[in-house]
């Protein structure tokens, strides 16, 4: 959501009708109605959520809807030929861009040209709309739709407890159904295998038939819609398009490179379960794998065969299948062929291969073929018999994921000096329950805390660090935050006194060398961000109200408690190794600091916060932490993070250092400094 635009209440009750109608050449842009369904909520505007946030959501799908028969049509409009020649490629993709850009233009109509923020596209893939609406149905008094938005939210955020909570209350409301509960953003493909999977296992085998061949057709005709939805413009890490002196030639194939990987990992995208970082084990074949034992059940031999053939096609001379295909031709005294469609479409997946291997030597970009079906949902065929997995399979191995890397535990040193003689140790890892942590006491006064806590009331802005997002993480409470950067600055325009922006700047200095001292790191901590935060809890949203303030996670990692791991990949910050929170006040209800297993269920330390109370820990996958909500009241605290890598630093931070050494040296500041604040989160 782009928290630099909120469009004014002036939609009338015509243009909402409009925005909201099944004719997508009126669809008004989903992220204008999302921003108004915020608004909406918090100014208690219930109804209008519902509205606005409902109509959002259709008009994310119908854009999405739009986006794929646009693409298909075209394709199908302007084919490639064989005669492939230089000219001949560019005049179809040129047409092919053409129709695409006159279909989406009159399906969409302005919405077209509508560019929506990166921020925006993530909150619907997490599916962020659906607490919004499970709060507002909530206060409607709409339990049944309640508990849809709920679970389908929960679907995607498994981890987050208190969602979970909240459906166990509505289990036990008057009129709530067990069909109320449904999954509205369920994919059709994985919805059908579940089900099938469960009539498999009850020994239901016509039923589990038709729901396996259903899951196959969705499959297929899902897989068709995400490689649509790659054909459009890529993202080009690393490269400044503004200076790009490559060929013409060269710059297609950058292109064309990008979307081919994007195709490529449609496979991964389709076996993976929302919610989950790791794509279900063997999934596209394991249908025909289930195929075979059931056919075979119900005595239809011919089918068994052709989908034990089929199944050989993805894992070829499989002992097993081997053998059950040589008992099927024996008994049926012929042989059989493959099913056509899964024929043809590794077809495809061979053709794609040998391009992204040329194209990655081209381009100088890793990519090795490796076994395929392993890399994008591959599964040990030691144990052959399909059994009772409730449609989800286990996870990939480490070893078989590309670019990715568990959390690896450090040498873990604790018990370094203080630094300060004031800094009282209250707490160390082992009475913490876990490791690389620490509570400390008297970091800063009283004094202190009340001169930070009047800064925070002068320069914090909503959503200011979270790219204007006013809650980021719960919608029950208020977000404000602000840079060491951002408060010399209101310091030198004499908004702030200069001495409260330089304490800001101190303490976490401060900060920084306690941590350092403490876990004995034998290299220098530098800083990756730094942020002076509040979280107020908003009047009148507390009722009943059980989600956390801060979801339990880890900073460095991607938390996955189903799998008990956390994956060190994108989008976590992998270079931050160490976390800190300096609490200014205690004077609020809630907001108690936690540490989790990695379940993110189990709570095995509870910090409440006052002056001068900070918490220390290393930022992996061994410290997942989060925080309870605030119920009544603002809790203000500086956050911290450190990394070991120089090149990581924080940018804001080396200019606040060019700041506070202009101020130590008497430099003049009517000369000018070139500070320019810059959000890195």
Not at 205 to 227: N, Q
Not at 501 to 522: K, P, Q, T
Request: net charge negative; aromatic share 12%.
């Amino acid at each position: 959501m782009d928290g630099n635009f909120y469009p004014a209440a002036i939609f009338s009750v015509v243009l909402l009708t409009l925005a909201l109608s099944p004719s997508s050449a009126f669809l008004e842009p989903y992220d204008l109605l999302y921003n108004n369904a915020v608004q909406a909520f918090y100014n208690s505007e219930y109804e209008n959520v519902v509205l606005y946030m409902e109509g959002a959501l259709s008009s994310y799908t119908e854009v999405r809807r739009t986006r794929v028969r646009c693409r298909l049509r075209c394709q199908d409009q302007h084919p490639f030929d064989e005669a492939f020649t230089d000219v001949r490629f560019f005049d179809v993709v040129l047409r092919r861009a053409a129709c695409m850009n006159s279909c989406i233009e009159e399906k969409l109509g302005s919405q077209s040209l509508h560019k929506v923020s990166e921020d925006v596209v993530q909150d619907f893939q997490r599916r962020i709309p659906y607490n919004y609406l499970q709060l507002a149905y909530q206060k409607l008094k709409q339990p049944d739709k309640a508990a849809a938005a709920a679970h389908t939210y929960f679907q995607a955020n498994p981890e987050h407890v208190e969602m979970g909570q909240n459906l166990e209350q509505y289990k036990d409301l008057q009129g709530v159904q067990e069909e109320h509960f449904v999954d509205r953003e369920a994919r059709p493909h994985q919805h059908s295998f579940t089900a099938a999977v469960r009539l498999y296992d009850r020994g239901d085998y016509d039923g589990a038939i038709a729901l396996f061949e259903e899951a196959l057709k969705e499959y297929y005709k899902a897989d068709m819609e995400c490689r649509a939805l790659c054909q459009w413009p890529q993202k080009f890490e690393g490269h400044d398009h503004l200076r790009y002196r490559y060929s013409l030639h060269e710059l297609i194939s950058d292109h064309f490179t990008q979307v081919l990987h994007c195709e490529h990992e449609c496979v991964r995208d389709l076996a993976t379960r929302p919610g989950r970082l790791s794509p279900m084990e063997n999934y596209l074949p394991l249908h025909y794998d289930y195929l075979q034992f059931a056919y075979y059940q119900v005595e239809k031999l011919e089918e068994a065969l052709q989908c034990a053939l089929t199944y050989l096609l993805f894992h070829k001379e499989e002992e097993f299948v081997t053998e059950n295909v040589e008992y099927y031709r024996e008994t049926l005294g012929h042989n059989g062929k493959p099913r056509e469609e899964a024929a043809w479409y590794l077809r495809r997946h061979k053709q794609e291969l040998e391009l992204l291997l040329i194209g990655s030597k081209t381009m100088g970009v890793e990519f090795t073929e490796g076994n395929y079906w392993s890399s994008t949902g591959g599964r040990d065929d030691s144990n052959r018999i399909p059994s009772g997995t409730d449609g989800w399979m286990e996870y990939v191995p480490i070893s078989e994921k590309k670019n990715v890397t568990l959390v690896a535990p450090q040498q873990l040193k604790e018990g370094g000096p203080l630094v300060y003689d004031s800094v009282q140790l209250v707490n160390n890892s082992a009475a913490l329950n876990g490791t690389q942590r620490v509570l400390l006491d008297h970091v800063i006064t009283e004094e202190e805390c009340s001169d930070l806590r009047h800064l925070a009331h002068a320069v914090t802005m909503a959503g200011d660090g979270y790219r204007g997002r006013m809650s980021p993480h719960t919608p029950n409470e208020k977000f404000e935050g602000a840079t060491v950067l951002k408060t010399l600055q209101y310091g030198y325009e004499g908004r702030v006194p200069m001495r409260s922006a330089r304490l800001f700047y101190d303490i976490s200095e401060r900060a920084r060398r306690i941590i350092e001292s403490y876990f004995l790191l034998n290299s220098t901590l530098h800083f990756s961000y730094t942020h002076l935060v509040c979280r107020t809890a908003i009047t009148g949203q507390q009722d009943h109200r059980n989600d956390l303030s801060h979801p339990i996670h880890a900073d460095n990692c991607l938390l996955d408690p189903e799998a008990n791991e956390c994956w060190k990949e994108p989008p976590a910050y992998t270079y931050r190794d160490y976390s800190a929170l300096l609490y200014l006040n205690g004077d609020f209800e809630g907001g108690e600091f936690i540490f989790t297993e990695m379940d993110a269920k189990t709570v095995t330390a509870s910090v409440k916060p006052k002056c001068g109370r900070m918490v220390g820990f290393s930022s992996g996958g061994e410290n997942p932490h989060g925080v309870k909500a605030v119920t009544s009241g603002q809790r203000c605290a500086v956050a911290l993070w450190f990394t070991l890598d120089p090149l990581f630093r924080e940018l804001e931070r080396l200019q606040a250092d060019e700041v506070i050494q202009a101020l130590d040296t008497q430099a003049v500041w009517g000369q000018g400094l070139n500070i320019n604040p810059k959000d890195e989160l």
